[in-house]
Antibody, heavy 120, light 108 residues
Framework: QVQLVESGGGVVQPGRSLRVSCVAS????????MHWVRQPPGKGLEWISV????????YYADSVKGRFTISRDNSKNTLSLHMSSLRVEDTAIYYC?????????????WGQGTLVTVSS | ETVMTQSPATLSVSPGERATLSCRAS??????LAWYQQKPGQAPRLLIY???TRATGIPARFSGSGSGTEFTLTISSLQSEDFAVYYC??????????FGQGTKVEIK
């Protein structure tokens, strides 16, 4: 069965950087595009980034463009999100999610998420 | 940017009753719409894609309809495990995905 397990969350000061990761199993990781979606505590879902199956193309929401970088290592079945210049409003649960397609279609599986708290 | 608007924000329903949730898209997303269910402390789960196709393992009491700008998720007879928050999401405006703000279905 498809499993996505995030890690790397924690408390970080504003302006600092943090990397969160997601290890995938139960499917051929190199065949699917992958997303990051976040959810501030008690609020709704916000899509923030996608990477195509081969890592060739990446896209970002305006709220994180220029500060966040998505990447993947298909040899290790791992998706990453490097977050820099973090702001208080970046505080959220960060979910790794699989796309049904290889370039971007709909999300069909989600990880359990990792909490990132930006606070001084 | 495609804006997704869900209504109502909260829906109070008795077990066994029908629940009807709405999602409006601006501009049109054709049938590139998905519905997700999220229970407290859990990740979202895919219910519906292509506006009306149930995902694997989703009970038949969940149904989706609509196209263009108006969509509906119907739960025909609410079970206790269906009380949750439901989100619609468009994937027409690739590569920018957007979610609605969610509808909470609570016990009346």
């Amino acid at each position: 069965q498809v499993q996505l397990v995030e890690s790397g969350g924690g408390v970080v000061q504003p302006g600092r950087s943090l990397r969160v990761s997601c290890v995938a199993s139960g499917f051929t990781f190199s065949s699917n595009a992958m997303h990051w979606v976040r959810q501030p505590p008690g609020k709704g879902l916000e899509w923030i980034s996608v990477i195509t199956y081969d890592g060739t193309n990446t896209y970002y929401a305006d709220s994180v463009k220029g500060r966040f970088t998505i990447s993947r290592d298909n040899s290790k079945n791992t998706l990453s999100l490097h977050m820099s210049s973090l702001r208080v409003e970046d505080t959220a649960i960060y979910y790794c999610a699989r796309d049904y397609d290889n370039s971007g279609y709909y999300i069909d599986y989600w990880g359990q998420g990792t909490l990132v708290t930006v606070s001084s | 940017e495609t804006v997704m608007t869900q209504s109502p924000a909260t829906l109070s329903v008795s077990p066994g009753e029908r629940a009807t949730l709405s999602c409006r898209a601006s501009p049109s997303v054709q049938t590139n719409l998905a519905w997700y269910q999220q229970k407290p402390g859990q990740a979202p789960r895919l219910l519906i894609y292509g506006a009306s196709t149930r995902a694997t393992g989703i009970p038949a009491r969940f149904s989706g309809s609509g196209s263009g700008t108006e969509f509906t998720l119907t739960i025909s007879s609410l079970q206790s495990e269906d009380f949750a928050v439901y989100y619609c999401q468009q994937y027409a405006n690739w590569p920018l995905w957007t979610f609605g703000q969610g509808t909470k279905v609570e016990i009346k």
